[in-house]
């Protein structure tokens, strides 16, 4: 199944067999850059939060790598 896409931007629509099959909901889109955001830290910040890096660093993994080793 090969899509042809036709138009651009909030236009754009993906066609299959001559029937549109992917159309952009102008309700759901939002731009993908921002020119600036704006946020406030100061409750965060007062929490004393700090966020938690997902994955160990890797001096860590390094470590527990070579522990298994031996």
């Given at each position: 199944?090969?899509?042809?896409?036709e138009?651009?931007?909030?236009?754009?629509v993906g066609k299959w067999?001559?029937?549109?099959v992917v159309?952009i909901?102008k309700?759901f889109n939002?731009?993908?850059e921002?020119?600036?955001l704006?946020?406030?830290?100061?409750?965060?910040?007062?929490k004393?939060?700090?966020?938690k890096?997902?994955?160990?660093?890797?001096r860590d993994?390094?470590?527990i790598n070579?522990?298994?080793?031996?």
């Open positions: 199944m090969e899509v042809k896409w138009g651009s931007g909030l236009d754009e067999d001559g029937k549109t159309k909901n309700k939002r731009p993908a921002v020119d600036m704006i946020g406030d830290p100061t409750k965060a910040n007062a004393e939060y700090l966020p890096p997902a994955l160990p660093n890797n993994i390094i470590t070579k522990k298994e080793m031996m």
